[in-house]
């Protein structure tokens, strides 16, 4: 079982910098991917970028260049999402995963970004 716990949003005015953090915890012995998906109101769940156990990331097109996905290389078990040149169109409830065996949640952060 894997717990994921988010933290960073909140409310920033267009243009401004938000940072993510998820941490993992329980009975973990490696994790493989992990990363951060978002859900506006009304609109499906969609990929914001993801890392892998080796450092690879992925982005979607519409946050390349403004978001930068890490993880703590110590524990390998927090991945933090650094996200630069806010825009309204960022607004969303932010959610990270990790893959351990199953695919696991966050419980979501929400990220208002304002005009």
């Known amino acids: 079982q894997v717990q994921l716990v988010e933290s960073g949003g909140g409310l920033v005015q267009a243009g401004g910098s938000l940072r993510l953090s998820c941490a993992a915890s329980?009975?973990?012995?490696?994790?493989?991917?992990m990363g951060w998906y978002r859900q506006a109101p009304g609109k499906q769940r969609e990929l914001v970028a993801t890392?892998?156990?080796?450092?690879?990331?992925?982005y979607a097109d519409s946050v390349k260049g403004r978001f930068t996905i890490s993880r703590d290389n110590a524990k390998n078990t927090v991945v933090y999402l650094q996200m630069n040149s806010l825009k309204p169109q960022d607004t969303a409830v932010y959610y990270c995963?990790?893959?351990?065996?199953?695919?696991?949640w966050g419980q979501g952060t929400q990220v208002t970004v304002s005009s």
């Open positions: 995963y990790a893959v351990y065996h199953l695919l696991y």
């Open positions: 329980g009975s973990i012995f490696s994790i493989n991917g």
């Open positions: 890392i892998t156990s080796g450092g690879e990331t992925n």
